[in-house]
């Protein structure tokens, strides 16, 4: 079993900015991808980015040059850093990490962004 607990969420204004964290416990030996995902209200849920051993990826257009993803020296960690937020980031943004095949998610944490 893996927890993947975040936190950094909250309100900000329109162009502040936030740092997510999340971190596994539970049998996390090697967890190889961990990332975030978003979910706006009325929307689907969409990936956000994903960093693996040594690879980042950030993946909307639309958090490009604004959002980059990091994993801790521990590698049971990952951020997320936001800047230049805008309304529509608004979302609840969850941490996922793959360990044996299996996919975990936190409980995730609200992102508001007010304009």
């Known amino acids: 079993q893996v927890q993947l607990v975040e936190s950094g969420g909250g309100l900000v204004q329109a162009g502040g900015s936030l740092r997510l964290s999340c971190a596994a416990s539970?049998?996390?030996?090697?967890?190889?991808?961990m990332g975030w995902y978003r979910q706006a209200p009325g929307k689907q849920r969409e990936l956000v980015a994903t960093?693996?051993?040594?690879?980042?990826?950030v993946y909307p257009d639309s958090v490009k040059g604004r959002f980059a993803i990091s994993r801790g020296t521990a590698k049971n960690t990952v951020y997320l850093q936001m800047n230049s937020l805008k309304p529509e980031d608004t979302g609840a943004y969850s941490c996922?990490?793959?360990?044996?095949?299996?996919?975990?998610w936190g409980q995730g944490t609200q992102v508001t962004v007010s304009s």
């Open positions: 539970g049998s996390i030996s090697s967890i190889n991808i």
């Open positions: 960093a693996t051993s040594g690879v980042s990826t």
């Open positions: 996922y990490a793959l360990l044996g095949g299996l996919t975990y």
